[in-house]
């Protein structure tokens, strides 16, 4: 069986191509102009989509050395992002389907992460705990099996990758921030600045907008114009504030280990390409004796992999989708328990 993804929930246009366990193609195609805007242009999104889709599928066919007939099952991003964005993957997969005749299956981007480390080689166990790290989402899931995910606890404001493009924006770094604040705190002392960690009721649950107010207090405290900061400052900060977002995230999962014996643990989504938290996780692995699965980093950041992975396990689930399926912005009620 062949199973395409298509992936448009953002700044990335990318297009799989995934037989059973086999990657055959996985492209992705950013949009590096956002930079300029320092964040994401929704409508310059949606343009941009439209004009790669089209040529990406075809290099993607091409790679994968099928041709289009080959194609058993289409599987594209529904949600959550931006609908513009999204209505044009999503619209792309639905006329491939009518006129390839062959089923229709919408994935969610979310699911598309959580599952993203049965791309590895070693696969996840359930019962997984799972940390789905993004630009728009912070989670922490018990998953249970394909169709139980069960969430511990979430953000109360912004999401880790929110954290780090705003406070990297704050700072007159490039978007993305997670890779330039990674950049820059290679070179820091993570021990210069004490940034708050903040302390929920909820035990598993996150909340960033009190560090990143804190950076712009310290920064403002210092009289550091952020055009000219010095670099040893910039570093120190970005070193510093990484440390705090890794330690709110450890913590948390450190907590869940303690409570209740997982088969695996996972860390997936866009900030899981940061090396000082893969790192983290590694000891946390250690510590709790679990294995752990860190998808490579072609499989953090958005991909449709991903997605023909998920795809593929609901197609064999037995599901059925109509083309009538929308586009939606923000998680579906019931996607968790
Ligand atoms: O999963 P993803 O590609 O898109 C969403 O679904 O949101 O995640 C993008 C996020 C951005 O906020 C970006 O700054 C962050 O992942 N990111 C990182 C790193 N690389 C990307 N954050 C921290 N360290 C990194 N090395
Ligand atoms: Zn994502």
Redesign the pocket.
Known sequence: MIYLGIES??D?TSVAVVSENKILANLVSSQDFHKDYGGVVPELSSRAHLEIISPLVKQAIKKASIDLNDIDVICATAGPGLIGALLVGLTFAKGLSLSLNKPFIPVN?IEG?IFSGFLMKQKPEFPMLCLVV????TLLLNVKSESEIYKLGTTIDDAA??A??KVAKMLGLEY????S??KYAAKGDEDKIKFPISQLKNEFGFSFSGLKTAVLRYVQKEHLESKNIQKEDLQDITASFQKAVIEALKQKTDKALSIQDYNSLSLV???A???K?RDAFQELSEKHNVKLIIPDLEF???NAAMIAHRGMQLHKSGKKFSLTHNAFASIPEGTFR
């Open positions: 929930s953002c990335e981007h992460h993004s630009g728009g989402h990758g929110e780090f493009d993305p921030g997670g890779p604040i990674q989504g866009g900030v390409a940061n090396q938290l953090c950041g958005d």
